[in-house]
Nanobody
Framework: QVQLVESGGGLVQFGGSLRLSCAGS????????IAWSRQAPGKERKEVSC????????YYSRSVKGRFTISRDNAKNTVYLQMNSLTPEDTAVYYC???????????????????WGQGTQVTVSS
């Protein structure tokens, strides 16, 4: 079972930026796609971004496309989510998990699978 730990959340003002990290223990991220999902209060958890195991294929939901960038450093066993131009609608707990593989540009879905960690809280003030 893949063990992942999220970090990097916090309180930021409208229009600000944050970078989230998803760290895997050992070689946990080797050969697997990763999804970032988020859950706002009273709402379902939804995927916002995926990255393939090689990092060559990415997916973004409409709500974050153009503002968020997912990347991975396999040498550091870490996946990142750079979040820019944040708005209060981005306020949520963010989770990373294993994902279905791509290529997402070919229409393969970005679906989070596997277990969830504790997540990291992102709060954007207006």
């Amino acid at each position: 079972q893949v063990q992942l730990v999220e970090s990097g959340g916090g309180l930021v003002q409208f229009g600000g930026s944050l970078r989230l990290s998803c760290a895997g223990s050992g070689d946990a991220l080797d050969g697997i796609a990763i999804a970032w999902s988020r859950q706002a209060p009273g709402k379902e958890r939804k995927e916002v971004s995926c990255i393939s195991s090689s990092g060559t294929s990415t997916y973004y939901s409409r709500s974050v496309k153009g503002r968020f960038t997912i990347s991975r450093d396999n040498a550091k066993n870490t996946v990142y989510l750079q979040m820019n131009s944040l708005t209060p609608e981005d306020t949520a707990v963010y989770y990373c998990s294993q994902a279905t593989g791509g290529p997402y540009e070919a229409g393969y879905p970005c679906v989070a699978v596997g277990s969830w960690g504790q997540g990291t809280q992102v709060t954007v003030s207006s």
